[in-house]
């Protein structure tokens, strides 16, 4: 019980509001950000392969001045995107860092030079012949409720023509929150049973907490044969290499009150240790506690 107040504790302050009072608390709290969310907001537009028409500067500026402007916000030079790029591609943090076992995401290399990083992802929707342009904008620093807006603006004339997407940036306006927009390491209000939650207590870590909550093998291992409601909490401790590989791992449940609850502990060691995370930004191995509901 010791060892489990001690996670409670320096999970709470870490990943879950300050009232939190159990290990429930912590798993619909926030995982941490992979981008500090400090300073002048820095903008990067993305446009996917499927975008209907091939982008030009003027166009690509005429909806890149539109955000910047709503969201006080600098555009991020194409030279950082591309250098960042660089690195992912050969799995480092820097030019000064041995390879990762898994690269580190595009958004959390950029975010080391652009510590508030915002991205908006263009892309056309329909309904019926009524078209629009749709830029998804997510601030990757930012809280879960002011996470996420999407910018909308309505497309006149053809969606494929270059003309009718550039008359359409100066025109784009908030709507809210895209009814898509992913939610996996953001507050939750409420936990599922077979829904695998993990919040972590290292730097950035939403990245590997996400990997762990798409794991198959972490959702196999909850007790069979529960109730509805029948939510079970673990704590986990383990150390992560300057590979991203977990070891030395201890997995604990919490309150222990279900012999099933053992077998389910062991079935959780064995896949985190199997699972290839994100490493730690400064190469050094680090301690990692982890809650973990399913």
Excluded at 83 to 88: D, I, P, R, T
Excluded at 111 to 129: F, I, K, M, Y
Excluded at 257 to 284: F, H, N
Aim: with cysteine; net charge positive; hydrophobic share 40%.
């Amino acid at each position: 019980m010791l060892r489990a107040a001690f996670l409670l504790a320096a999970l709470t302050a870490l990943t879950a509001p300050a009232q939190a009072d159990g290990i429930f608390d912590v798993c619909k709290g926030e995982s941490k950000t992979a981008v500090a969310g400090t300073g002048k907001p820095s903008i990067a537009v993305v446009y996917l392969n499927d975008f209907p028409v091939t982008t030009t500067g003027p166009m690509r500026n005429a909806v890149a001045a539109t955000l910047a402007k709503a969201e006080k916000a600098k555009i991020v030079p194409a030279k950082d995107v591309d250098a960042a790029k660089k690195l992912v591609d050969e799995k480092k943090w820097n030019d000064k860092s041995d390879a990762c076992g898994q690269a580190p995401s595009l958004v959390a290399v950029l975010g080391q030079r652009h510590p508030n990083l915002e991205t908006a992802t263009a892309s056309v929707g329909c309904t019926g012949d009524t078209c629009e342009l749709w830029v998804d904008l997510e601030r990757h620093g930012a809280r879960s409720k002011d996470r996420w807006v999407r910018y909308v603006a309505p497309l006149t004339g053809p969606n494929d023509q270059l003309k009718t997407i550039q008359a359409a940036g100066p025109k784009l306006v908030a709507k809210g929150v895209p009814p898509d927009a992913p939610k996996a390491g953001l507050a939750a209000a409420a936990l599922e049973v077979g829904v695998v939650t993990v919040r972590s207590s290292t730097d950035g870590a939403l990245e590997s907490d996400r990997i762990l909550e798409s794991n198959a093998a972490l959702a196999a291992c909850g007790p069979k044969g529960r109730k509805k409601h029948d939510v079970r909490g673990y704590w986990a401790e383990y150390k992560l290499s300057a590979k991203g590989n977990p070891f030395q791992t201890m997995v604990k449940a919490f309150g222990g009150r279900d012999p099933a609850d053992e077998k389910a502990s062991d079935c959780l060691k064995k896949a985190i240790e199997a699972t290839q995370l994100r490493c730690p930004r400064d190469g050094k191995v680090t301690e990692v506690k982890t809650a973990i509901c399913l």
